[in-house]
């Protein structure tokens, strides 16, 4: 499976940021997806991740509310609309992807597959 992750960039406080990532390969590799993020110097963090039918969507505490995930499994894609963006929120954004989707926060350990990560910043 491969993964490529666009959309960030930079950002006042407040504002909003579409990141979208593209799978490829075998479909049941990539039933599951998500986002991880991660700032230098500290392990990486579950953002949200989504099952294939788009009914299980889980969140970080830190997102929910702000943040909304989605995909298109037509076009093998998955969407993560931020919104009401913090600085707090500046991290590398990776797309992650795997064949089961389980509920709740997730470990880096449980997604075989990784993109290459893209920046958010969040200036205040």
């Known amino acids: 499976v491969q993964l490529q992750a666009f959309g960030g960039g930079l950002v006042q406080a407040g504002g909003s940021l579409r990141l979208s990532c593209i799978a490829s390969?075998?479909?049941?590799?990539?039933?599951?997806m998500g986002w991880f993020r991660q700032v230098p110097g500290k392990e990486r963090e579950f953002v949200t991740a989504i099952s294939w039918s788009g009914r299980g969507i889980s969140y970080a505490d830190s997102v929910k509310g702000r943040f909304t995930l989605s995909r298109n499994n037509a076009k093998n894609m998955v969407y993560l609309q931020m919104d009401s963006l913090k600085p707090e929120d500046t991290a590398v954004h990776y797309c992650?992807?795997?064949?089961?989707?389980?509920?709740?926060?997730?470990?880096?350990?449980?997604?075989?597959?990784w993109g290459q990560g893209t920046q958010v910043t969040v200036s205040s």
């Open positions: 390969g075998p479909s049941e590799s990539y039933s599951c």
């Open positions: 992650v992807a795997d064949r089961t989707y389980i509920g709740g926060i997730r470990n880096p350990a449980d997604f075989a597959s």
